[in-house]
């Protein structure tokens, strides 16, 4: 049988709009092949309707494809199928590789997860807390490194009552690719800011990952692109992850749709793009990389396996059992009732409302891709796209059913 890591590479040899490998058979990796029509129909009938250019959808189980396919266009105006291995925009998904790099130090005995984030990051060690009635308050204990994996750190996208503030400093949302800065520099200036509630009260969704991702500089002695090339992207064989684009890639890359008024527009081109011709300085940790569908499935397979991948262990499997655990209960955020340490976790059948396993993970993209780790059915999933603003559409969490509904053992 093929491995996944045969597949991807027959299917970027080959460079077709379908995947060159033939997957795994339905049936025998417990899936109906019937079933899975539902997912090309679905993602067929977006595109179809002009409320999606293109994607690639990937079903592996046991470290085998069972659906690992491109469809549609990356490029419309220029009639540029989408292809497997297609280059992404992957925002929030860059947080699973920052967390990943994190741990890593961890488990060298660099820190404690309970320790203060200042002892590593003086900048921050003099925070003051934002009130809604305006001013500010003193800490109730300091902030710490398990504050940013947790997104209890009260650092926000801008929302808070330190909002004015955060736009005062251009900080209005997660996009932080074009800065003008270095990593280092832009922690200084966010940690001058005002936290948006006290550390450890409330999950609030916003910049702790490149917080994060400054602190493995900082631990490390690394830049953080060179750490996650060297110690992560480089050993895994992911030749297309990376922080910002060569130019021998930037026909891969695919373009940014939108939809507005209900209607796809073209919102953003390689031609005009901070990964391609920006100032190519500030690494986001919380949102700053690409990558292509088959390099993203080998990194969630290797959290998958525990931690390991092809000979390559990246972490220890108690670790991995640690960020997926459920860190917040009822103050978790994100798509299931738990939360870990870098991703949802599905606490128990229902958490997700939806179809899915206790134990699950994932997370997803501002740019609406999305993917599920199912521990429990030795399953990944992962759907990417490069749709934003997405409208009212739901595809990229319909196919994570569409996938479940088809495995029949």
Not at 98 to 116: D, I
Not at 316 to 332: F, I, Q, Y
Not at 333 to 344: C, E, I, K
């Amino acid at each position: 049988m093929r491995t996944f890591l045969a597949a991807v590479a027959l299917a970027c040899a080959a460079m077709t709009q379908a995947a060159a490998a033939p997957p795994e058979p339905a049936l025998v990796a417990g899936f109906s092949t019937e079933r899975l029509h539902r997912l090309d129909a679905a993602i067929d009938e977006q595109i179809r309707q002009q409320q999606l250019a293109g994607a690639v959808m990937v079903v592996a189980r046991d470290g085998r494809p069972v659906v690992f396919k491109a469809y549609g266009q990356r490029d419309i105006e220029n009639g540029k199928p989408m292809r497997t291995d297609t280059i992404f925009r992957i925002a929030s998904m860059t947080k699973a590789l920052t967390t990943v790099a994190a741990m890593m130090l961890y488990e060298e005995g660099r820190f404690l997860l309970k320790e203060p984030v200042s002892r590593y990051l003086p900048a921050f060690a003099n925070l003051r807390v934002a009130l809604a009635g305006g001013g500010t308050e003193k800490l109730r204990r300091p902030l710490t490194i398990h504050d940013l994996l947790t997104h209890t750190a009260g650092m926000s996208y801008g929302a808070g009552p330190a909002s004015a503030d955060y736009a005062k400093a251009g900080l209005i949302d997660w996009y932080l690719v074009g800065n003008d800065e270095t990593l280092a520099q832009w922690a200084d200036r966010f940690a001058a800011l005002p936290l948006q509630g006290q550390p450890g009260e409330a999950f609030t969704y916003g910049f702790a990952t490149d917080v994060l991702g400054r602190l493995v500089e900082v631990v490390s002695g690394q830049p953080l692109d060179r750490f996650i090339r060297e110690r992560i992207t480089g050993p895994l064989r992911m030749p297309d992850t990376s922080f910002f684009l060569p130019a021998d890639k930037v026909d891969r890359l695919a373009n940014v749709y939108g939809l507005e008024n209900g209607r796809l527009k073209l919102m953003e081109t390689p031609s005009r793009s901070d990964f391609v011709d920006g100032p190519r300085k500030l690494l986001s940790g919380g949102a700053g990389m690409l990558s292509t569908a088959g390099d993203y499935t080998r990194f969630l397979q290797m959290l998958l396996n525990k931690g390991e991948l092809d000979g390559v262990r990246l972490l220890a499997p108690k670790t991995v059992e640690l960020m997926t655990a459920d860190h917040l209960g009822n103050r978790s955020g994100g798509d299931a009732d738990g939360f870990g340490l870098g991703f949802w976790v599905n606490v128990r059948m229902g958490g997700f409302r939806e179809l899915g396993s206790e134990g699950a993970f994932g997370w997803g993209s501002a740019y609406f891709p999305q993917y599920t780790v199912d521990p429990k059915e030795r399953l990944v999933i992962l759907f990417m796209t490069q749709l934003r603003p997405a409208g009212n559409s739901t595809l990229h969490l319909r196919v994570r059913n569409l996938a479940y509904q088809a495995l029949l053992r």
